[in-house]
């Protein structure tokens, strides 16, 4: 099944987490929210309005990989390339630090980029993060060193107490395209 198109468009390239990203005057915002949010999202907003969503998406970043000493080692040059109510985009090519013994991306880091990535797309929507109560990866793909990792994430409910999210970990093609490497669901304790 194919992704919806959710992109904020800045005009710019995937920022990295101590840089927030700075719009030209000539920019435009479009966003759609994910499939099954809860409650009406807009079709459009303001430019204001989705660069402080992404600023604020940026900042919870920032604090996981300032705060975390796992991330702080594994993720350290991830980059958020967009984010809208519900759904985030984030940037990572494959590193050393990332490959298992037979030099292909390690399942962990896969479950780590799920972890991460679900509990964003659920900052997204003005949530708390909260804890994780269940997380699922299906590995049906491969990566290497230097590739170059889209990874997606979807708040698909998100209630009063739990919080249901769906990511999609894909490598980049030499000619563009993206291949699935894995994909998970994740559900968190929100209250």
Not at 4 to 29: R, Y
Not at 31 to 57: E, R, Y
Request: proline share 6%; net charge negative; hydrophobic share 35%.
């Amino acid at each position: 099944m194919p992704l919806p198109d959710h992109t904020l468009s800045t005009g710019s390239e995937p920022v990295p987490c101590s840089i927030s990203p700075v719009p030209d005057a000539n920019s435009t915002v479009e966003t759609q929210s994910a499939p099954n949010i809860d409650g009406p999202a807009p079709s459009s907003t303001t430019k204001s309005d989705d660069l402080d969503l992404f600023n604020s998406v940026q900042t919870i970043l920032s604090t996981y990989l300032t705060s975390s000493p796992l991330y702080k080692i594994l993720l350290s040059s991830i980059l958020l390339s967009s984010a809208s109510h519900g759904h985030v985009t984030l940037k990572l090519v494959v590193l050393p630090v990332h490959v298992n013994s037979k030099a292909i991306l390690h399942g962990s880091l896969s479950a780590t980029l799920v972890d991460l990535v679900g509990g964003l797309a659920i900052a997204s929507t003005g949530s708390k993060t909260g804890v994780s109560t269940d997380l699922h990866v299906s590995f049906v793909g491969s990566a290497r060193e230097g590739d170059t990792l889209w990874v997606e994430g979807f708040a698909e409910r998100v209630g009063a107490t739990l919080a249901f999210t769906r990511v999609r970990v894909e490598k980049e093609s030499p000619g563009g395209e993206r291949v699935l490497v894995a994909t998970g669901s994740h559900t968190k304790y929100v209250r």
